[in-house]
């Protein structure tokens, strides 16, 4: 299957709260994992990434952890500000013709940080 | 740094009326180059990759086209549009040795009415 499950669906937290966005695949031929971040209107930009050999990725307040033996991932966001509020989606990545890669993504959770 | 455009920003057409929209990046070459589709509220959908110029691969089977005429330059077209278009088509690229990291452009959103 190439399904990505995302949840949840939407989430508000507190400022300097944690946020946590959990995803779900199938298909064990994925090999890359982003997540994007997206404001409304605007074209996601890539947030953070992970390859399943690697089980934790930290990037400033982002971290991914990644369970291959589960086939899920998360996005945890450290000390949540109201700038993250945003729609965050994860994706997987699956290699196509050579160079190029199908990304599958999930179907988006959109954050609010309140103050 | 790598910059991608696309254009136009917005654009509402009639139902059976054609379609160009175009997706050019600088600063980089010969990348791979994505046509996607973002329907409201949902995640994105392959439409088109290109691993170079005049190979165009389809993902889903639609009412829409595809080109790369030069390295950098991506064109989505239709010759009639169809109400089920609409939605917001974001072109993106990919370094050839970055297998699976794709950069989104600002996107176009197209209205079919």
């Known amino acids: 299957q190439q399904q990505v499950k995302q949840s949840p669906q939407s989430l508000i937290v507190q400022k300097g709260g944690i946020s946590i966005i959990n995803c779900a695949y199938e298909n064990t031929a994925f090999d890359y994992f982003p997540w994007y971040q997206q404001f409304p209107g605007k074209g996601p930009a890539l947030l953070i990434a992970i390859r399943p050999d690697v089980s934790e990725k930290k990037e400033g307040r982002f971290t991914i952890s990644f369970n291959k033996s589960a086939k899920q991932f998360s996005l945890h966001i450290m000390d949540s500000q109201p700038g993250d509020s945003a729609t965050y989606f994860c994706?997987?990545?699956?290699?196509?013709?050579?160079?190029?890669?199908?990304?599958?993504f999930g179907t988006g959770t959109r954050l609010q940080v309140t103050l | 740094s790598q910059t991608i455009h696309q254009w136009p920003a917005t654009l509402v057409q009639p139902v059976g009326s054609p379609l160009s929209l175009e997706c050019t990046v600088e600063?980089?070459?010969?990348?791979?180059l994505y046509w996607y589709r973002q329907a409201a509220g949902r995640g994105l959908q392959l439409l088109f990759y290109s691993v170079g110029i005049g190979q165009i691969s389809s993902e889903v089977p639609q009412n829409l086209s595809a080109s790369r005429p030069q390295d950098r330059q991506f064109i989505l077209s239709s010759k009639k549009l169809l109400l089920s278009d609409s939605g917001f088509y974001l072109c993106?690229?990919?370094?050839?040795?970055?297998?699976?990291?794709?950069?989104f452009g600002p996107g176009t959103r197209l209205l079919v009415l």
């Open positions: 994706a997987a990545s699956m290699r196509r013709g050579g160079t190029a890669s199908k990304l599958t």
């Open positions: 600063g980089t070459s010969n990348p791979n």
């Open positions: 993106a690229w990919g370094g050839r040795g970055q297998v699976g990291t794709q950069y």
